[in-house]
């Protein structure tokens, strides 16, 4: 089999703001699927679900685990 399937394809809007963050990770030492973007995207997700704990995974896999396990 030669055909190649992309899990996620990258998107860039056309203003480029996402190399602003990129950037930022780089800068600041936080190329890890953690950090303070991280952090930040947790707490919009908690207030917008409006439940007291949330969390994300950086991972497909952890993600379809965990949801089969809970």
């Not at 994300?56 to 685990?65: A, E, G, I, M, T």
């Amino acid at each position: 089999m030669d055909k190649t399937i992309y899990l996620c394809l990258a998107h860039m809007s056309e203003e480029g703001i996402e190399q602003k963050y990129v950037k930022e990770a780089f800068d600041t030492n936080w190329v890890v699927p953690l950090g303070p973007n991280v952090n930040a995207f947790e707490e919009d997700l908690k207030r917008f679900v409006g439940e007291g704990k949330s969390f994300c995974f950086f991972s497909l896999l952890w993600s379809v685990s965990f949801a089969f396990i809970f």
